[in-house]
């Protein structure tokens, strides 16, 4: 493959959300200008302006997968673009690939959404334009995080996610929606503070140059005053950490998944939090070729992962509104990852790294599969959720998927999470026995415990609903509703069977070649 | 010119002093005024250090409009927040200040005061005593120089001064003790504007080559974009539809 085509192709990608936000604003212009008294012009524009959302994300897809058949053969690409600095290995098309796969599914729901809103918050602000216009930036500012050579550049593309996606948890303007955004703005950028501080602190422990190219940078690493990498890499934890809602930072995450519009929770547990966590791992990589092994950022990581593991147990536990349980879940699947990376060697890594891919796909069907009960059940009384039964009869095949979708969410077999869990603890096993670590035995222990029992939790979540005789003013579901959810669900269960190498997608070379990128960053180390 | 490094040294503390003053401040009036002078002690900071560097470093100069247009739109924009007024149950939209103004004689300006006062000035209720404050701003910037401390006696570091990196890590504390101890929404935004500073102070005084010091200071344009996101949409919107800015009042999500 040309490697120009490659440039050409990551060139377009960049542009494409970003051409969308702009494009998405003409339709409500052009409308009033063909009919200066609005009528009629409002459906056309929605129309117009879902059809460029969709249109823009497929594109983003398509451009991605063309992106992903290099780096799997461990080729990199690098390139200017508007006076910035693009990098792209593996790793980074890995999370390019994750971002535009859930902005996709995502931007199939936004027009049930906004007509939902429409139907159930009719005093709240059902803006169709702000909405696709941000949710296009939104898209635009977590597809450049994975992209930027430059770390400082990276903190902005982050800082940037969160401006966008405040806008869009308060899109609905109304008193909980606002609560939410405020908790969600105050956490996040509090913490990225702590990040730009990490990433000065990085600056300052590097004696060879001026750059701040992660590329460049890993080259040097092991010149980095270790002082300053260690306190780096705690200021990028903590800072990083609060976006990727790792606890103690997590509040903002149930107030921000369940108030947010059901794509952009999908959106926000799916990427957001990914964006967050790759951010780390570039940290992560630094930090370890700079002080020479993983001792200081596994202990680290090992002891954060476990502790969102624990905490999110009892609040899944807990009886709550679905999508905080939901919300819940991205607490504890964060833990999850954050622990295979506290395992370290390429196997936990592997595993971590599948994890990300499982989780963001499973809790995007999740979301988007409760945004369609939300949906069907729109006009029982008020959306409440004491009222959200039967939805196994109502709509079955949302019903279904949701089932299905719950038991993958919680590590059950045949599913992809549970593939990923078991990677994850197979290493942690086999570390523990290899080095005879009686600490890392307890702590697989209680990650094994914390999983068991969030099983529990969530399929008596879901039993309340599922099961029962619904009301009578249920929406049937439409083709529109399920088909996503069922392209969604059919890779939640190949994936639980194995990770597959399809046609020019080798997608297992392009996870170990992401671990090699972690473990090793540019140069080759075995 | 000699005279500059002493004196910017003597300004970094009392930016720390200012910082623990706010967090013992018991009114959100008295934290706005403190906050401006602490802006201002920023402004000529980076001025000073700008000038220091010979030729006198320019595009870092420029730096300085950054604390010092957000000292002066503060109050601004707090007043704006203000003007929103609470919406009624079921009301599409609330009104805008112009509508208002078009709406007068119709009851519309009623709602308004004409010179529209903060009345939010008089609130700022703290969870702990000023004492009590007082001693835990006293332990963090304890903490944090000898953290600075150990971490620059250890490391190869020419030009790197300790004070500096102590004074950053102390104020990014100090504006978590005030988020963390007041009750309301605005001495909360306070909170995140020290600890904006203490991110001004590290880019411009921890750095020590000038190139990415630019870089740095460059990052914190953007960073400017989250607290005027808070200032001009997100707060006067909250208020509109909560009425209140106290955080109790926005404590409904739980669980």
């Known amino acids: 493959m040309d490697l120009f085509d490659q440039t050409t192709a990551a060139k377009l990608l960049v542009v494409t959300p970003l051409f969308a936000a702009i494009l998405t604003l003409l339709p409500e212009w052009l409308g009033r200008l063909r009919s200066p008294f609005g009528a009629g012009t409002a459906r056309y524009s929605q129309t117009m302006q879902n059809g460029m959302t969709v249109a823009a994300s497929s594109i983003s897809l398509i451009l991605a ?53 429409a139907e159930v918050f009719p005093y709240q602000s059902t ?27 990276l903190w902005i593309c982050v800082e940037l996610t969160t401006i966008t996606s405040t806008i869009l948890v308060g899109h609905r303007r109304d008193r909980l929606a606002l609560e939410a955004a405020w908790k969600y703005i105050v956490i996040t950028s509090t913490g990225i503070i702590f990040a730009l501080l990490g990433t000065l602190f990085l600056a300052n422990a590097n004696p060879t140059g001026e750059s701040m190219n992660w590329s460049y940078l890993v080259k040097v690493a092991s010149q980095f005053d ?7 890499f705690l200021f990028i934890l903590v800072g990083y950490g609060a976006k990727a809602g790792f606890a103690p930072m997590h509040t903002w995450l149930p107030d921000g998944h369940g108030e947010a519009p059901f794509p952009v929770s999908a959106l926000l547990s799916g990427v957001l939090l990914k964006s967050a966590l790759y951010a780390i791992l570039r940290f992560y990589t630094l930090t370890n070729l700079a002080l020479g092994d993983t001792l200081f950022t596994s202990r680290i990581l090992l002891v954060s992962g476990l ?16 999508k905080r349980v939901l919300a819940y879940h991205s607490l504890e ?32 069907l999740m979301f988007l599969a409760f945004g369609n009960v939300q949906v069907s059940y729109a006009r029982v009384r008020g959306d409440e959720e004491e009222h959200v039964v039967g939805i196994l009869r109502a709509t079955p095949i949302t019903g279904f998927v949701l089932a299905l979708g719950g038991l993958a969410l919680v590590g059950s077999p045949p599913f992809n999470i549970f593939l990923s869990e078991f990677i994850i603890l197979w290493a942690a096993v086999q570390q523990a026995v290899e080095q005879s670590s009686f600490g890392l035995a307890a702590a697989t222990a209680l990650f094994v415990l914390s999983v068991t029992l969030i099983f529990a939790g969530l399929v008596r979540h879901l039993g309340r609903m599922l099961i029962g005789i ?19 669900f059919a890779i939640v269960l190949v994936f639980g069977f194995t990770v597959p190498s399809i046609g020019l997608w080798d997608i297992p070379r392009l996870l170990q070649q992401s671990v090699l990128v972690i473990e090793c960053g540019v140069s080759p180390c075995r | 010119m ?28 008295s934290m706005l005024n403190l906050y401006q002078w602490q802006a201002l002690m920023v402004t000529a900071i980076v001025l000073f250090t700008a000038a220091e560097s010979q030729p006198i470093n320019l595009p870092l100069a420029v730096v300085a409009v950054l604390p010092i247009f957000l000292a002066l739109a503060i109050k601004p924009l707090l007043r704006r927040a203000t003007l929103a007024v609470p919406e009624e149950p079921g009301k599409a939209e609330s009104k805008t200040r112009p509508q208002l103004l078009e709406a007068d004689g119709e009851g519309g300006l009623g709602m308004l005061p004409r010179e529209p006062e903060l009345t939010w000035l008089q609130q700022g209720r703290s969870r702990l005593p000023p004492v009590v404050l007082l001693g835990i701003g006293s332990m963090l910037t304890l903490f944090s120089f000898i953290v600075a401390y150990l971490l620059i006696g250890k490391g190869p570091q020419p030009g790197i001064d300790p004070n500096s990196v102590g004074i950053s890590i102390a104020l990014l504390l100090i504006g978590i003790l005030i988020m963390s101890n007041k009750r309301d ?39 400017i974009l989250i607290t005027l996101t808070i200032l001009v949409w997100l707060l006067p919107t909250l208020h509109r539809v909560s009425g209140s800015i106290e955080l109790n009042a926005q404590a409904q999500l739980k669980g």
């Not at chain 1, 702000?130 to 770390?151: A, E, S």
């Not at chain 1, 049937?476 to 069922?486: D, K, M």
């Not at chain 2, 991110?199 to 630019?214: D, G, M, N, S």
Request: net charge positive; glycine share 6%; no cysteine.
């Open chain 1, 65 to 117: 997968l063309f992106l992903a058949i290099e780096p799997a053969t461990g080729k990199k690409l690098a390139f200017e673009f508007v006076g910035m600095e693009f990098f792209l290995d593996a790793l980074s098309v890995y999370f390019v690939l994750l971002v535009n796969l859930v902005a996709l599914a995502a931007s199939l729901y936004i027009r049930s959404f906004l007509n939902y809103q």
């Open chain 1, 127 to 153: 803006d169709a334009t702000r909405f696709h216009v941000i949710f296009n930036l939104f898209h635009f500012t977590m597809l450049l995080v994975p992209m930027v050579d430059n770390l400082v550049l």
């Open chain 1, 226 to 232: 270790k002082n300053f990498v260690k306190l780096s």
């Open chain 1, 307 to 322: 502790f969102s593991l624990a905490l999110a147990t009892p609040f899944i536990l807990k009886r709550n509104r679905f």
């Open chain 1, 333 to 364: 699947h964060m833990g999850i990852i954050t622990f295979g990376l506290g395992i370290g060697g390429n196997i936990a890594l592997f595993g971590a790294l599948l994890h990300a891919l499982n989780h963001a796909i499973t809790k995007a």
């Open chain 1, 470 to 488: 619904p009301p009578s003013n249920v929406k049937p579901e439409t083709v529109g509703q399920v088909l996503p959810l069922l392209v969604l």
């Open chain 2, 2 to 29: 000699e005279f500059l490094p002493e004196l910017i040294l003597v300004i970094s503390f009392f930016i720390l002093l200012v910082a623990v003053s706010i967090s013992t401040s018991t009114t959100v009036k």
């Open chain 2, 185 to 223: 929404i605005i001495a909360q935004i306070i909170g995140l504007l020290v600890m904006e500073h203490g991110l001004f102070l590290a880019a411009i005084k921890v750095i020590t080559r000038p190139h990415l010091a630019i870089f740095f200071a460059g990052a914190l344009f953007f960073y």
